[in-house]
């Protein structure tokens, strides 16, 4: 089974910074993919930014950018500029290249952004 | 517009009373999960179904079950609820074929069982 653990419970950063979340996983395969979600205090789920194993570069998605770590297993979400609309629950979650689709999440990071 | 769809947003109900909590989702998509968000242990896969009379035991399956007799519909049955069941549930879904793919996840569904 794959563990995913983001070892921030909280964070709070001052609008317009720039704000590291961590995030490392387990897992004895090579290819599989991560994923940032974010859930906002309206509960849903939402896709922040994705990144393929075999690819080298870092997934970028406007302010929201990634620092993969493939040997360290590490899988850090980086918010740049940070907005009041970024305040909410994000979570880390890995899937395996399989036929299962399962997403294993982490415990999630609240990030509060301050005005 | 693409959704899944979860009913209801919240319930509150007692031991024992047998509930059904329904997804829907207008996409086509083959594959639909389940899965239970608590404090401190982030989502946690419940059941899963990869296409029609297709389904499978996620990692937390235990008082659960689930169904797939129509494509777009994944109902979750909690036959005789425990409080240790009191959570936040998601439908989530997605096409088959590549794992990259977007899962499309419901609104969410509070369930507490007194």
């Known amino acids: 089974a794959q563990t995913v653990t983001q070892s921030q419970p909280e964070m709070s950063v001052q609008e317009a910074e720039t704000v590291t979340l961590s995030c490392t996983y387990d897992t004895s395969e090579n290819n599989y993919y991560l994923f940032w979600y974010k859930q906002p205090p309206s509960r849903q789920m939402i896709l922040v930014i994705r990144q393929e194993a075999y690819k080298q570069q870092n997934a970028t998605e406007n302010r929201f950018s990634v620092n993969f770590q493939k040997a360290a297993k590490s899988f850090s979400l980086k918010i740049s500029d940070s907005q009041l609309g970024d305040t909410a629950m994000y979570f880390c979650?890995?899937?395996?290249?399989?036929?299962?689709?399962?997403?294993?999440f982490g415990a999630g990071t609240t990030v509060t952004v301050r005005a | 517009e693409a959704q899944v769809t979860q009913n209801p947003r919240y319930l509150i109900t007692v031991t024992g009373k047998k509930l059904t909590v329904t997804c829907s989702q207008n996409m086509n998509h083959e594959y639909m999960s389940w899965y239970r968000q608590d404090p401190g242990l982030g989502l946690r896969q419940i059941y899963y179904?990869?296409?029609?009379?297709?389904?499978d035991k996620g990692d937390v399956p235990e008082g659960y079950k689930v169904s797939r007799k129509e494509k777009r519909n994944f109902p979750l049955i909690l036959e005789s609820p425990s409080p240790n069941q009191t959570s936040l549930y998601f439908c989530?879904?997605?096409?088959?074929?590549?794992?990259?793919?977007?899962?499309?996840f419901g609104d969410g569904t509070r369930l507490s069982i007194l």
């Open positions: 979650a890995f899937m395996k290249q399989s036929n299962d689709y399962k997403l294993s």
């Open positions: 179904s990869m296409n029609v009379e297709v389904t």
């Open positions: 989530a879904s997605s096409r088959s074929g590549a794992n990259n793919q977007p899962q499309h």
